[in-house]
């Protein structure tokens, strides 16, 4: 059985939250009946909207790995250590929001270190910074594991990232911002999902798809990681992992690479660049 995990800004998703480039690989996933679990920085109020749209209806992981929601009886019995919220199984491994906001302002005060948080944005300001429409922003602030900021004086983001550190928080950097979580990242939560597609299928294939230093842990632990050409050079880490590479960006790229891992030709660079 072949499982696929995927990263959705720059991978999935185009510059304007589009998928439609992708559409004849998730017409593919669907016909051969190959779960495919979302991954991403995402919250939940985004990822059910996207899900809506896209007719998704497996697990998907928010907010960095902060947990993972499973469509109630998806594996056919109860989830161990997972509560219930809403038609979900949840498992949690994500600090709570309110927590990380205050250990964030400490450690920006800490380094003397100007910072522009979510939780202290309106839906207008979120959405002037992301691009996204109101509704779309204000998704996008229903957050539980992950806090989002920006910080205008880059020359202080090394100190501040260290007091992060020190706070025994995580950080990542997804393009237009930093984040911050407890002690979670993508790849427990998909280790922990390919653990029970193999409890309920036997062995599985893993498929991992994603474009930025944020989707490496993850990219680490499948066995097929497939690199989606960004706008941007590749960052040298993501070089240096035995992965595929696609030639083209966005969902464009992912669609070569899925189609191509499906199907004959394989449309991949299984190489390192």
Known sequence: MTVLFTDLDGTLLDEAYSWEAARPAIELLERRRIP??????????????LRAGLGHAHPFVVENGGAAYIP???????????????????LSW???YGDLVRRLQAAAAGAKCPIVPFSAMTVEEVSQATGLPAAAAARAMQREYDEV????????IPGLLEEIERAGLRWTHGGRFYHICGDNDKAIAVRALIDLFTARHGAVETIGLGDSLNDLPFLRVVDIPVVIRGRRPTPIPLRRIHARYTRSAGPRGWNEAVTGLLTAGDATQPRHR
Do not use: H, I, N
Request: proline share 7%.
């Open 94 to 96: 994500g600090a709570p």
């Open 149 to 156: 900021f920006s910080a205008p004086d880059k020359t202080k």
């Open 72 to 90: 109630r009886g998806y594996f056919g019995c109860p989830v161990a250590g997972a509560s219930a919220r809403g038609g979900y199984e949840v």
């Open 36 to 49: 495919w679990v979302l991954v991403s920085s995402k919250t939940r109020s985004e990822m059910e909207a």
